[in-house]
């Protein structure tokens, strides 16, 4: 057997590791950066019409996150793998014209072409159903905007004669490609909240959480004896809540707990944010009965009738 065959050989392996994690890559980059286009159009035209005719505010504080996540992590990956490629190429050790580079490009290919299809199939379905404002068809544009610029990229590389190793083509495309998604994570940094205050957030939307458990075990512990209970310590003995549910959870102090009179009482929890704007989409946690936990940045007690249903929760 030829050396030659056998270091391509050796190196189809290696090669496949490297296509199959530059393609991973770049379709991870273009769906991070679709996805906070999204949230950008998303923000700049806050209401969407479902296919059930309801209209909803699509705008996620995750979306953004996770877009910003994965491009701080995939695109440096991304530039590292196709430097090494290219040098690769550069040197011949890339079969360029058949086997494993032929063969993932043009799944690949195949994978973008269907999303752009995809994308306009909704597009039309979407249009049919009602919604043809200008943030959709923003959105439409952004799909096919991402995905022809990935197609082009891979078809040219496919289809020239020296997988444009001798082109300042692929320099310039990623030059252009980094200036983009390094304005689109730098847009989305604008509109989330810091490590901090979403910590922050963390604790309160949990401190909600627990007041809602504990006001499960309150109404438990009245079906069963007829009365109140003396503590919340006494929901815990009576094995109607976790002993985790009974403390804040940054601080590991106890909730406060008051009997009103016979039939209402109160929980009391000190939050460190607010959450009174309802455009807010990290607050959502509900009371028993649809209230919304509502609270500043301050001690806020929840008073709570026990034999009304359904109830609004009444905040001090």
């Known amino acids: 057997m030829d050396s030659t065959d056998t270091a391509n050989k050796a190196y189809g392996a290696k090669l496949l590791f490297w296509y199959l994690r530059v393609f991973f890559a770049l379709g991870l980059c273009a769906s991070a950066t679709g996805t906070l286009w999204y949230q950008f159009i998303n923000k700049l035209y806050p209401l969407q019409i479902s296919p059930y005719g309801r209209v909803y505010r699509p705008y996620s504080d995750w979306a953004v996150i996770w877009g910003i996540s994965t491009l701080v992590i995939i695109a440096p990956v991304l530039y590292v793998v196709v430097k090494i490629l290219r040098e690769a190429i550069r040197r011949n050790e890339v079969e360029l014209h058949r086997g494993v580079r032929q063969w993932l490009s043009y799944v690949f290919l195949f994978i973008v072409v269907a999303v752009m299809l995809g994308d306009l199939v909704a597009a039309v379905y979407y249009f049919l159903n009602g919604d043809y404002s200008m943030r959709f068809f923003l959105k439409v544009f952004t799909v096919l905007a991402i995905s ?54 963390a604790f309160d939307a949990q401190r909600a959480s627990d007041i809602q458990r504990l006001q499960g075990g309150v109404q438990n512990y009245f079906n069963k004896y007829q009365r109140m209970p003396e503590s919340l310590e006494a929901l815990r003995e009576e094995g109607m809540v976790r002993k985790f549910v009974l403390s804040d959870p940054d601080t590991g102090e106890p909730y406060e707990f008051r009997a009103v009179n016979e039939q209402t009482y109160e929980i009391c929890a000190i939050f460190t944010t607010d959450n009174r704007d309802e455009d807010k989409e990290f607050y959502s946690p509900r009371g028993p009965y649809g209230a919304s936990y509502l609270h500043g940045p301050e001690r806020t007690c929840f008073e709570q009738n026990i034999r009304e249903t359904p109830n609004q929760l009444r905040r001090r």
């Open 148 to 201: 022809g610029w990935v197609f082009s990229y891979v078809w040219l590389d496919i289809r020239s004669e020296d997988a444009l190793a001798n082109s300042p083509l692929p320099r310039r495309m990623g030059i252009a490609s980094a200036i983009v998604m390094l304005i689109s994570a730098g847009v989305g940094f604008t509109l989330i909240d810091s490590p901090m205050l979403a910590r922050a957030k």
